[in-house]
């Protein structure tokens, strides 16, 4: 064998290892999936969230509250006049995000139950209806602002906005797409933001730096079948879209597998205290799935 033949192989032979890795690290085994419906009777749920404390929140939007899921012991109510809460997410610090469409706002909740209003306005007029929500683990917090049914009839923005807000507080419109933006998410190293648009029924991908800085806008998932809702990202970087059933996707935007649920699902997030099971809300009710691949933390 030459010299040059033996840097071609090895050459070869690296290249070969490192595909292998990276299509091990997306592959999942969907085929023993069970979905198991673990709380009924809501008028309309979204915005699961997860507590590392052990148990679920999720919205039931008419009704008007924010219910708490604990695993083995049943749903009660976590708070009464949610203010027609959708979104939840929790920081590293345990704290309680939430998209409040009726008083069109942003809060979030402390260890204590006190409640902070991070955002309600931009450059003076209200916002339309804030949607999903997600934080990166160094605080920086982006969320959507659509506006569904007759949320768009009393408007005072012309526009549907994505929103950043930074570690220090400081608030800035990252995008105004044409369509109504949705759920939105974090990759793993929280360098990329997905954001679903549901009437362009895409997944627009962004780069975020250091500084929770958004640039670089694209089309990452394109015709989704179904309208595009919530999001969940894995520690492998895949993504699942709530559309019709829960849409898994790999990280280039290929689709693995579609999740089958009875009823139109809504949201999702990764829970338990190992990370490894996806609870979806669907309309009247919540769903789970044990997986075999953890939620990421962005």
Request: charged share 25%; glycine share 10%.
């Amino acid at each position: 064998r030459t010299a040059d033949g033996g840097l071609v192989y090895h050459t070869t032979m690296r290249l070969v290892v490192a595909l292998l890795v990276c299509v091990s690290a997306q592959a999942q085994d969907f085929s023993n999936i069970k979905v198991e419906k673990v709380s009924a009777g809501h008028q309309f749920t979204e915005g699961p969230a997860w507590s590392r404390e052990g148990f679920l929140l999720f919205s039931d939007v008419p009704a008007d509250k924010i219910h708490r899921l604990v695993p083995g012991k049943g749903v009660d109510v976590f708070r009464e006049d949610s203010h027609g809460a959708n979104g939840n997410t929790f920081d590293t610090r345990g704290r309680l995000y939430t998209c409040e469409s009726r008083t069109r706002r942003v809060t979030r909740t402390d260890k204590n139950g006190k409640i902070e209003v991070l955002a309600e306005r931009w450059q003076g007029k209200r916002l339309n209806a804030p949607n999903d929500i997600v934080v990166r683990r160094d605080g920086h917090i982006y969320f959507t602002d659509p506006a569904f049914g007759n949320q768009a009839d009393t408007r005072e923005l012309d526009f549907y906005g994505v929103y950043h807000i930074s570690s220090k507080g400081e608030m800035e419109l990252i995008a105004r797409p044409s369509g109504r933006p949705n759920g939105i998410g974090l990759s793993p190293d929280g360098k990329i933001l997905y954001v679903a648009n549901s009437d362009e029924r895409n997944l627009r991908a962004y780069q975020v730096d250091r500084r929770g800085t958004v640039s670089g806008e694209r089309v990452l998932i394109s015709g989704i079948d179904g309208v595009p809702d919530g999001i969940a990202v894995d520690e492998k970087g895949n993504i699942y879209i709530t559309a019709k059933g829960v849409a898994v996707y790999t990280p280039e935007g290929k689709l693995l597998e579609t999740i089958k649920i009875a009823e139109r699902p809504t949201n999702c997030t990764f829970g338990d205290p190992d990370l490894m099971t996806l609870y979806i809300t669907a309309q009247t009710s919540v769903y789970r799935v044990r997986l075999d691949v953890r939620g990421a933390v962005p």
